[in-house]
């Protein structure tokens, strides 16, 4: 097996620097974009109560042509 060679203090301060820019960038950008996507789930849950009552009502104008005395 061969010994591990020296890193240098430079390339460990590098690694570490890009880490924590990383988790920095990375909360900031998940702050911005949250805000967005509560927003996108509101609009689409109101979208999704209208479908399902314009589906209901379709049903019901549905079930009542098909119950005539005219068959």
């Given at each position: 097996m061969v010994p591990p060679v020296?890193?240098?203090p430079l390339i460990k301060t590098a690694r570490?620097?890009?880490l924590l820019v990383g988790i920095i960038y990375g909360k900031r950008?998940?702050?911005n974009l949250k805000p967005i996507a509560e927003e996108e789930?509101?609009?689409e849950e109101e979208e999704k109560k209208v479908?399902?009552?314009k589906e209901r009502?379709?049903?019901q104008?549905?079930?009542a042509s098909e119950d005539t005395i005219l068959k």
């Amino acid at each position: 097996m061969v010994p591990p060679v020296q890193v240098s203090p430079l390339i460990k301060t590098a690694r570490w620097s890009a880490l924590l820019v990383g988790i920095i960038y990375g909360k900031r950008r998940y702050d911005n974009l949250k805000p967005i996507a509560e927003e996108e789930r509101r609009i689409e849950e109101e979208e999704k109560k209208v479908r399902e009552e314009k589906e209901r009502i379709a049903k019901q104008i549905a079930e009542a042509s098909e119950d005539t005395i005219l068959k």
